[in-house]
């Protein structure tokens, strides 16, 4: 009687059914038992800057043209260009165009999205090309900084802005400014984040002026701005090479390799589909507050886990030598072996 080892076999599913069941109640999908694992060790959270620590809906502060393509008819062809893409840069742009009063947009043929650097389309005969002034240096040969949007990409970028470049036939026509707002919850996650033990790291696409912007709100110190998808990739690698357990909070298809190779990877449930196939958990608010609750769920399941097994398992250690020599009364027993079973059940239902 006193052998039965029902407690024991009871502690890890127990727990787990509770703390997932609390997780689903919270909208934290967890996609299996080895995430607690990997949760109690992590010591470093990175985060995606655009549509995780900010709301990624943007809108257009300013729009300029350097070239001889009117203002008008730059915006147009960049919308058309954008539309095809789901980046939130994308649909702020097409958003914009259509908020000044352009009704129906021309329509775009060849259009390709390149993750974390733009979009290439051909739109009434023109080859378009938009993105991030680096990459149409690296990718399509055309010299930003050699034309008057250069200087506008530096000043508005040093204000905190993200200044997407517009490229036709293969010279610059423009600029246009976007700017993202904060989540009103992330720098207090932040706070909670540090709480728990782990140090914040912002990681983003966008340039270093927007990145410093945000990291000065948050109070982050550890920043990589302007890194391409296969960058944060190198990134994670090279702070678990250091020593660190890695989380990844993203959103983006830009996102998705690190979130694959992080210790542990998070998606936002507002993000795209690849971040929440890459991810072990997904928090479906897109609240970082629930991601920190995440956190505390994961590790507090594991640790009633461990409790568990200790109490069950040493009930039955202590309990056996006794019945061997035979000073155990069945009774006694019996009714040990039952408390040992609903010792380990209201244990875990204390998650909820
Ligand atoms: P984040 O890491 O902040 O989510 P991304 O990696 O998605 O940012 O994008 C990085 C940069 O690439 C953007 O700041 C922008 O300059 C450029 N970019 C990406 N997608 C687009 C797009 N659809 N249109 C224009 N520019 C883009
Ligand atoms: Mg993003």
Redesign the pocket.
């Known amino acids: 009687i006193i052998a039965c080892p029902c407690a024991l076999g009871l502690a890890t599913p127990t727990a787990l059914l509770v703390g997932t069941g609390r997780g689903s109640q919270l909208g934290i999908l967890i996609r299996g038992p080895q995430v607690l694992e990997s949760t109690r060790r992590i010591d470093t959270i990175v985060l995606?800057?655009?549509?995780?620590v900010t709301t990624g809906q943007l809108t257009v502060t300013a729009v300029e043209a350097v070239g001889p393509v009117s203002l008008e008819r730059m915006l147009a062809l960049a919308a058309a260009a954008?539309h095809g893409?789901e980046?939130p840069?994308?649909r702020a742009?097409v958003d914009h165009a259509r908020a000044t009063g352009l009704a129906s947009l021309p329509t775009a043929e060849e259009f390709r999205?390149?993750?974390?650097?733009?979009?290439t389309a051909v739109v009434e005969g023109h080859a378009l090309a938009?993105?991030?002034a680096s990459?149409l240096r690296d990718e399509w040969a055309i010299d930003v900084a050699a034309t008057p949007a250069g200087e506008l990409v530096a000043d508005h970028e040093a204000e905190g802005g993200?200044?997407?470049v517009v490229a036709i036939d293969g010279t610059v026509a423009g600029i246009v400014v976007l700017a993202d707002t904060l989540k009103p919850s992330s720098a207090l996650a932040i706070e909670r984040f540090r709480a728990l033990g782990l140090e914040p790291v912002l990681?983003?696409?966008?340039?270093e002026g927007?990145a410093a912007a945000v990291a000065a709100q948050l109070g982050i110190d550890e920043v990589y701005a302007?890194?391409?998808?296969a960058g944060?990739l190198a990134v994670i690698r090279e702070l678990q090479a250091a020593g660190h357990v890695v989380a990844m909070v993203?959103?983006?298809?830009?996102?998705a390799a690190a979130l694959a190779a992080a210790d542990l990877g998070i998606a936002m449930g507002g993000g795209t589909d690849a971040a929440m196939a890459a991810s072990d958990l997904t928090v479906v608010s897109g609240d970082l507050l629930v991601v920190a609750d995440a956190i505390r769920l994961a590790r507090r399941t594991l640790r009633t886990i461990i409790g568990n097994l200790f109490w069950a398992f040493g009930y039955n250690v202590a309990a056996i030598p006794v019945a061997m020599m035979g000073l155990l009364n069945p009774l006694l027993a019996g009714l040990a072996m039952a408390f040992s079973s609903v010792f380990v059940v209201t244990n875990s239902l204390r998650l909820r």
């Open positions: 995606d800057k655009t549509g995780t954008e893409s980046h840069l994308a742009i999205a390149h993750a974390g650097a733009g979009v938009i993105g991030r990459w993200t200044a997407v990681l983003t696409g966008d340039n927007a302007a890194v391409t998808p944060k993203g959103d983006g298809v830009n996102d």
